[in-house]
Structures are given as C-alpha cells and as structure tokens.
C-alpha cells in the first residue's frame, strides 16, 4: 500500500494510530539548509491532540525526533530525512468492540474488503488522523525551505458549523489587496485559540462545537489557505499542474471531502467577463489586476497568491448507536462507538492544510520551475 507523494520532493509517510510511532522519509530536500527544530516543534504542536476541550481527550506530546537527514550543524546533509512521533498514549481496547462490525462513515468497511481481515483496525490504523501529524513534520520543513524563496503560507477556519469567518483578500490582486491579505496572514501567527481572523466568529464556532459535542454529535467546515510570493511559471500543464499536485496531496488528509481554488464551483454562476482577469503592468511586469483563477491558469502560476478551500467533513465518530453489519455473521448489527474522539476535524487541520499545500509548492518549485 503506498502512502507517498512528490515528484521532485518526496515524502512517504508510515504508522498507524497504535503504532509504538508514526513518521515520515523526506527525500528531494535541498543539502545546506538549517532546519530551526524549536518552529518545527511548535507547528507541529498545533495538531496535537489533547489541548482544547473540543479535541479528543487522548494526550500526546508530538514531539518530532529527526533520526536522519541532517548534519551535525543542524543542516539538510542531501540524504533522506526521517522523523518519528511516538505513540505514548493508545488505548486499544476501546476498539475491541468494532473489529468485526464497521463504523459507519469510516474506513473500517473498505479496509476490510479490501485486505480481508488482515487490516489494523484500532483507531483507524493507517487511516487515521494520527498520520497528519508526519506530515506537519514533512510540511513544516517545506515551510521553512519555502520561507527561504520569499514564499509564505497560511491558513483559517473559513467556515465551521455554518458559521463563517472573513475571507483572505485574495481576489484582489492591486498593491492595496496584497498589503490587507499580508495582515490577514501575519495577524494569523499571533497564537490566537481559534485560528479565524475575526475572533468573534471564532468564539461563536467554539460555541457551536461544544454544543454538538454535548449532544454527541461533530460538524464539519471549510479551511482556506493562501500562499503568497509563488513566481509566475511555476508548474506543468494538464497532468501535473499546480492544481493537480495540490488537490493529490489535500485529498490524503483524512476527512477532506472537496478542493476547489480561487473562485471554485462559483465560476459556474459567472460569466467570462466576470470571471476572467485582467492584466496590467505593474514596476515593468504583466501582472493580473484580479485574481479569480486563485493564481493558476493551466496549471502554472500566475505571480498571484495561490487560493486554496478544503470542504472537511464531520467527524463520523458518533456517540450514539448506528446500524451497521456484523462481517463474521452477515448479519444486522447495532454499533455505538466508544474511545476518545474530537467533536470537529476543523480547528486540527489548519496546520495540517498549511503543511500539505507547502509540501505541494515547495515540490513544484523543485521539480518545475518557471524557465
């Protein structure tokens, strides 16, 4: 079963969620350059579990321990980087009751029919969340790398249980639009509890979360990222383009359910004149004075911020019985999930979401720079 992607940068990810750890092989990653441990640390604590009262209650410190990769001056020495996480807190016994009988909403059922009992089922195995947090390792070193080109990535609960934040002034490609959506991004890296840029949204979110968990139930939401400094040209047409590359890698975050860039399936109730945008010259260079595309047009960069929108989906660990079917039996069955679960995957994902979408970038940058 391969759990890799990248072409010029790649990343294989390995583990399941009960595992002694989960980690990831980086290969591709340019010798020479220093790896700040101490940022990559706390990226990567952003995803912990455990910390917020709408998270699953399961503790783990996530403390990511480089075992190869780099030198002794903390450099990328051109060989493959390899990082774990430990496993320090499963409790597998929560699982004993479902290893015959699927979750809805979960993979249990297509793992099943797929390896025939073979598959590890405990916390979701190779499928769970518990994977995200390599690749917030893989990532969070893509983002340092990308830093270094002048290329910045962020990302924001765009919408979580219907209740929607202000948007990244990304449509608006003018000196004045980039100057907002730079304070939009850098207002993001304050460290706020809920990571939406208006605040007051983020607490009615908060409340509508813990209102769901109290009725056993989860929601789901929208993560909106943005990469800003892409040069034009970056990228490949049809197969490989930056949309391509990108959608690949967000599809292998558990939960996501939909992608769509700059103006998605809203471009279906536009007409061209309104959807297109036009160029001008700015300081010598053909620039696009809109940005609807989302900063592509045939799989190649245009030079405008890279806007991206994840749809993720509820959490299917219900607290209330579901029907299901008894695979040993053929038969009915009546399943209530127990353990430790969040309420919601949102708030968890954006680091995850940043991650991925610089790993995608940073790969395209490698593997098909602007000529």
Same mark, same amino acid.
């Given at each position: *079963?391969? @759990? ?7 990343? &294989?990810?390995f583990?399941? &969620?009960? &595992? ?6 980086v290969e ?10 101490d ?7 952003r995803r #912990? ?6 998270s699953?209650?399961? /503790? ?7 075992? &190869? ?12 980087? !390899? ?9 597998s016994?929560d699982?004993?009751?479902?290893t ?6 979960? !993979? ?5 029919? /797929? ?41 924001h ?21 980039a ?5 939009? *991004?850098? @207002? ?19 409340e ?19 990469a ?9 047409? *049809? ?9 690949? #890698? ?13 103006r ?49 989906k509820?959490?299917?660990?219900v ?27 949102v ?14 970038l ?10």
């Open positions: *079963m391969p @759990s890799s992607l990248g072409t010029a940068l790649r990343v &294989s990810v583990g399941q &969620s009960h &595992s002694p750890a989960v980690g990831c092989v591709g990653l340019p010798a020479g350059m220093r790896v700040d441990l940022e990559l640390a706390a990226f990567v604590a #912990a579990p455990g910390r917020d009262p709408w699953t209650p399961r /503790k783990e410190p996530d403390v990511p321990r480089i075992v &190869s990769g780099l030198n002794p001056d903390g450099e990328t020495c051109g060989a493959p980087l !390899a990082a774990i996480i430990e496993n320090t807190n499963t409790r016994v699982y004993a009751n479902i015959g009988v699927p979750r809805p909403g979960h !993979a249990d059922f297509a793992a099943w029919a /797929k390896w025939h009992g073979a598959q590890d089922v405990p916390g979701g195995g190779h499928f769970s969340g518990r994977l995200t947090g390599p690749l917030c390792v893989a990532g969070g070193i893509a983002l340092q790398w990308l830093r270094s080109q002048d290329v910045s990535v962020r990302a609960v765009c919408e979580l249980a219907g209740i929607a934040d202000e948007p990244f002034r990304a449509y608006d490609n003018s000196p004045e639009g100057r907002v959506l730079a304070g939009q *991004m850098a @207002s993001l890296a304050d460290g706020r509890r809920v990571p939406t840029l208006d605040q007051a949204a983020g607490e009615r979110m908060v509508a979360v813990m209102d769901a968990r109290s009725r056993k139930d989860t929601v789901g939401g929208v993560v909106e990222c943005v800003c400094g892409m040069p034009a040209g970056t990228g490949s047409p *049809m197969f490989d383009g930056i949309e391509n590359v990108m959608a690949r #890698a967000l599809f292998g975050i558990p939960a996501v359910k939909g992608v769509e860039f700059g998605g399936f809203e471009v279906a109730r536009m007409t061209g004149t309104q959807n297109n945008d036009p160029y001008e010259v700015r300081d010598g260079a053909c620039v696009p004075a809109t940005n609807n595309a989302g900063g592509i047009l045939g799989g190649i960069t245009t030079g405008a911020p890279v806007l991206v929108r994840c749809a993720i509820p959490i299917s660990s607290m209330v019985e579901q029907d299901s079917v008894d695979l040993d039996r053929m038969e009915p069955a009546r399943l209530k999930v127990h353990g430790r679960h969040d309420t919601t995957a708030l968890r994902a954006v680091p995850v979401v940043e991650a991925v979408c610089a790993l995608a940073a790969d395209a940058l490698l593997a098909w720079p602007a000529e």
